[in-house]
T-cell receptor, first 115, second 113 residues
């Protein structure tokens, strides 16, 4: 199974709502990532979990809160978002948990709209 | 600093070749290449590591010039399925175990019949 799954596919939320994005992989990968992608732009790295510990936080606002409950699951908790946070949120995983020296497998993404 | 990709876009006819370039002003540990089709997730093509190691698909070729901190992706005998946006991603070499991984702005490739 070489699949990374993400739920939900689409999410519309108000600026006062709290919601969560979910990502799952069953490939035994030890690193998992959250990216944000705006239209016609490259993905921007937000967070990296390596061996279930947060190893990179690319100065992301605190209204985004990542969580890695176990080696297969990655969540992104959202609270008090702004309209400019509307984007495609991509999850990825890679086998190597120590460095970005192996390929990343991307999920299909969650299309988030903040109203 | 975001790696610089060129060209921004290229239009090819089936069977033609193209080269996409990616450069950085910083010393790199690795260069990654991904292709993203419209409405889909990025798909891995190739990784080139400092020291010459490469991992990727047989039909894709790429090079990494460590002295110039440049990488090139070669699309040979292009097929319609090669259409999409190609991103290079670079991981800088730093004293930390992680550098700052960033994708370039992308190169849009259109292959026509």
């Amino acid at each position: 199974d070489t699949e990374v799954t993400q739920t939900p596919k689409h999410l519309v939320m108000g600026m006062t709502n709290k919601k969560s994005l979910k990502c799952e992989q069953h490939m035994g990968h030890r690193a998992m990532y959250w990216y944000k992608q705006k239209a016609k732009k490259p993905p921007e790295l937000m967070f990296v979990y390596s061996y279930e510990k947060l190893s990179i936080n690319e100065s992301v606002p605190s209204r985004f809160s990542p969580e890695c409950p176990n080696s297969s699951l990655l969540n992104l908790h959202l609270h008090a978002l702004q309209p400019e946070d509307s984007a495609l949120y991509l999850c990825a995983s890679s086998q190597d948990g120590q460095a970005l020296a192996t390929e990343q497998y991307f999920g299909p993404g969650t299309r988030l709209t903040v109203t | 600093q975001q790696p610089v990709q060129s060209p921004q876009a290229v239009i090819l006819r089936e069977g033609e070749d193209a080269v996409i370039n990616c450069s950085s002003s910083k010393a790199l540990y690795s260069v990654h290449w991904y292709r993203q089709k419209h409405g889909e997730a990025p798909v891995f093509l190739m990784i080139l590591l400092k020291g010459g190691e490469q991992k990727g698909h047989e039909k894709i070729s790429a090079s990494f010039n460590e002295k110039k901190q440049q990488s090139s992706l070669y699309l040979t005998a292009s097929q319609l399925s090669y259409s999409g946006t190609y991103f290079c991603g670079t991981d800088r070499e730093t004293t930390d175990s992680w550098g700052k991984f960033q994708f370039g702005a992308g190169t849009q490739v259109v292959v026509t019949p």
